[in-house]
């Protein structure tokens, strides 16, 4: 760290002088402090309005309460800055002008420990220079044999050899496929026709015999075994309802009704997982009737949608407002059809299915 570095001062300043300039150094500071405080009392005056020639700002409860503070942290500031130039000033004002004359020489101290601590380390210096190289070592061990490299690319094709004497023969070939079978040829004349023999007489039918007695029945044979079960085509069935009161939103193309309640399926028929669509895994003639009950009279109809498609059979179009739609129809249906129970409408509308009972139900029976 550097030693401070004083201009130098002509004509040099005595001690009194000195004194002084730290004196009206002083006085130069309580000057500066005064115009801050002054300046503090005018801002409080501009905030209530008494700055003469400028009207205050309106200030609310908090501003006022922001600008005490403000002013009362500057009081703080400048009494303890008072504190500080009230103690240079004592000090001032105590030392003395005129250096009062050199004291007699102290008796010497005792001498100190003949060695003195170790100095800190010096820095590193520089490298020296590299040295000779040393002789070379013997030879190390042969390492192991590296990866084989790729394969070259072929070389040209050397020239074609002469040509070798002719082998023996082979052995003779399979027999070749059949040829076509010639056309027929022309049928030959016919040969004369031989003579016809004479038919001889036909006997007499002979009187017929007189029908024997009946004989007697006969003991019952024993019961033969039980034949095998034919198959049980009603095992193909399925129920679904809807008994929670739903409210449907009825479009004009129609609105699947879910039916999530009450489910017996047989295996070969999946319900959809909004359970609105039903798919048929079996062939065969089915019967399917379902029943919609709404909580009030709507002039909507019904119907069901096989493989997408309405049903005419199925369908209710009533022409007077309805409460309860039900109908029933049989059809042939294949491997993966699907069927659904829907409302539509010529105009969008509400349809509220009643709750705890039969909102909407369908059955899928297969007959055959």
Known sequence: MSQPSFPTISPALTRGDAINQIISSIALEELGISHVLNAEGEKLQFLLGTLPGLTGGNPTYEDLINANDSVLDMVNATLDNQMILNAKMDLAFNAPVIQGVTGATGATGPTGPAT????????????????ATGATGALGAVGPAGAAGPTGADGAAGPVGATGSDGPTGPTGATGITGATGATGSIGPAGPDGATGTTGATGATGVGGVTGP???TGATGPTGPTGAMGPNLTATAGFAANTSGTVITVLLGGTNIPLPNAQVFSADIVPNGA???FTVNTFGRYRISYHINTNASLLMGSRLMINGAANTASTINPALATSNYSNEIEIDLGVGATISLQMFATIIGVATLLSGGAGASLMIIRLS
């Open 116 to 131: 003195g601590a170790t100095g800190a380390t010096g820095p590193t210096g520089p490298t020296g220079p590299t040295g």
């Open 275 to 277: 359970n609105t669509v």
């Open 214 to 216: 009946t004989g007697a």
